[in-house]
């Protein structure tokens, strides 16, 4: 998919879609979003991070509104449970049935690299996940912020691009903000909405970490008012 | 649906301690038709919250008595739902009924009448037993009873009682009502013809003496009320699957789905609720007869027989074959 | 304007637009509006007293039953109303509870309204409660020349029968289809043991995927406040309304396979069959 000034930005197989720390160990679902595809995220009492398909396979129930019970996800409709590898403990409407073995949430790939939850929207694709996670690399030591963009991917690229950032792996950029070392991570949610993920090498100072803030801001004004007025 | 015609409860007693006894008068004052012995009266049962049901009383109408329909009704704690309903008529109540028909004549050829009635079994009966005796016909008719207060209708059987052609049995066991009937059935009069009504056992019970006693079938009548009962078959049996494209034959074991056998026999059949209720595993029956055990198949896919949920229904013949 | 649908089984059957009620104070000057698959409509009582309604310049064939309006988009409805006995049985107090806006497709609504596996999850503490959460087999049957379907021989376990109670019961239910956009709903009425209360579900479906669900109670209680009654209801209804609109896709599947139903789910089951069965695609992937 290439944006209007010529810079490639291919979506990869692997995308950061969570900080990594928005996830406590079998407390809370996440909403996450990878190309259009609605995710459920929560990590398990063993700390992995499980990314399932927003729809339970019952009546297509959002996962995100059930909750962590004994280390399982329950729907809030009808109680269903969901253990760590997405299969169906408990119906409590039919205690006394045998479970069905083929009832299962759809699950993907999910790795943890530098604070960040990168999710693979291969889902069982062979071929696709043959692409190898992201590794920590050390670079990204204070969490910022994340932005949720009301533009495509591209857009937000170019944007990057013209601020002096330059790609430097899968989905990330490197450049400065206000003066600040900065890493952004892109997350293509659907084709109209992008989460950038904003690191720094090192906790700011406070006022400094205000500045950064400010030019997030006025970032996703700019790209948002170009992404606008090119679909008026 | 056939036409129906709306009764007021003119009057409703109790004729013995769990039978409950009716007038139904026509609510539009015209007359009812005049009832052969025998008949019985449909009644449309429609209640708050409930699909309508429909359901057979006897009528014990006299010959001639034509301004209302008399029945009774036995409260059975079994009941789908019909005679419950009943018991909480109250006079000036309105009821709908449809038509009366008669599955239970009195034979035109037979000279001689032995009216068999058990418990709530009198109610046509009686009305058997009052057109004969209104045409001086020669009969005899023998109730059975659990005691004296179960014995219904006795205004009516007054007459019958005085001519010494009324019979009261009471409180006897199974052997003991053996014993009567093999006595009653023992060779039949020239031109005598038996009917009888009552539960289910009873009528069984006068069946096989009356066979054992060689008794003319065409000299025995019976009125059923009950549908037949289920057959104590819930018992589970192995029987064989073929595939027909792929000729495999498999044997589904007791315990074991046609799902699990064929996957063991290398056939997979995509599956999802295991349960019968998802419809995921529909497969075509070639030939035999489904056992189904589902919730999914309509009442008419069900008794076509051509469809089958092999997740959890099973087979009633010892083959049954499937497109696969 | 023109209705946004060309699923003939929802143009030809009666749809609501609300209770009477809404039309008081209205003309044809200054109409009731609404919308309904996808068009404005306008309500109002004649100068006699009759109902009236209109889409842009075309007049639409209405009716008043049980203190609600009912409209038939195509003008040549396919029966008769449902028919509602409770409605006019002497001894029961009839509240109309009004609507709340829900958006998800009606068809799913009503299969909500259907389901019990949910009281103690939705409405715990009020329909169900954990761990008595096991739905016990129930019949089904589809009355063919009605054209509706019925769950028969249901029961729940209920944690509070009123607001005095201090143990739980066994309710019994008995679920009535009457239309792809219409469900009545009965069960054990306290105050009246061997009878049960009636509550019907009326959808008026603005578009596919969004509705407002109307509620009719016809029940034997003497006792609580009308406040009570209809506070009850939109609680209720309040629970259901963010699982109904967090149930993806909004309009409902009708292909066996995309949702994997169970064995208590024996009357959805039977009202997906019975709308693929009869045509019915508006709110409904086919």
Known sequence: MNSPIGVEMQSQIWQPVLPSHYLRASKNIVAGFLQGQELALWRSEAGAVQAWENRCPHRGTRLTIGRILNDQLSCAYHGWEFDTRGGCTAIPANPSLPLPKQLRVKSFPVAEADGMVWVSAAAGNAAASQA???TSTGALAFFCRSLGIRAPMGDVATELNAQGFKATGAQTWEGTLAGQAATVLLNEATSLRTFAHVWLSEEPAAAALSDVLAKCRLFRRDVEARASSRSS | MSATRPFVVRRKWMTTPDVAAFELAPADDLAVPEIEPGAHVEFMIERAGQPPLVRHYSLCNAPGERDAFVFGIKLEPQSRGGSSWIHTLETGQTVKL???????????SARRHLLLAGGIGITPVLAMAQALEANSAEYQLHYFVRGEEHVAFRERLERAQAQGRLHVHTGLDAAGVRAVLADLLDGPAAGEHAYCCGPGFFMDTVDEVAQA????EEGLHFERFQAAPVAADAIDDAFEVELSRSGTRCRVEVGQTIIQAMAAAGCEVITSCEQGVCGTCLTNVISGTPDHRDAYLSKAEREAGKLILPCVSRSKAP???LDL | MTFQCSDKTILDDWLTVGPLTRTEGKTEALPYRTQLLGAEVEVWKDVGGKLAARTGQRSLLIQECYGYMWICPSGAPRKDLFALPEYSQPGRRIVDCEGIGVAVSGLRMVENFLDMGHFPYVHAHYLGEVPQTEVATYDVSVDETADEIWATNCRFFQ???????????DVQYRYRVVQPMGAVLYKTAFPRPGEMDAIGLFVQPHDEESI?????????????TETD?????????????????NQVPKKMPLRPGIEVPTRCDAMSVAFRRWLASRGTTYGAIA
């Open chain 2, 98 to 108: 449809g038509a009366v028909r008669n599955l239970f004549p009195l034979s035109q």
């Open chain 1, 132 to 134: 190898l996670p992201p």
């Open chain 2, 213 to 216: 006693k060689h008794w003319p």
């Open chain 3, 212 to 224: 407002t669900a109307y509620c009719l109670l016809a029940y034997y209680d003497d006792v609580s």
């Open chain 3, 229 to 245: 009654l209809v506070g009850f209801q939109h609680t209720i209804f309040g629970q259901d309304k963010p699982i109904l609109e």
């Open chain 2, 319 to 321: 083959l049954l074959i």
């Open chain 3, 159 to 169: 944690p509070k029968t009123s607001k005095s109670a201090t143990t739980g019961l």
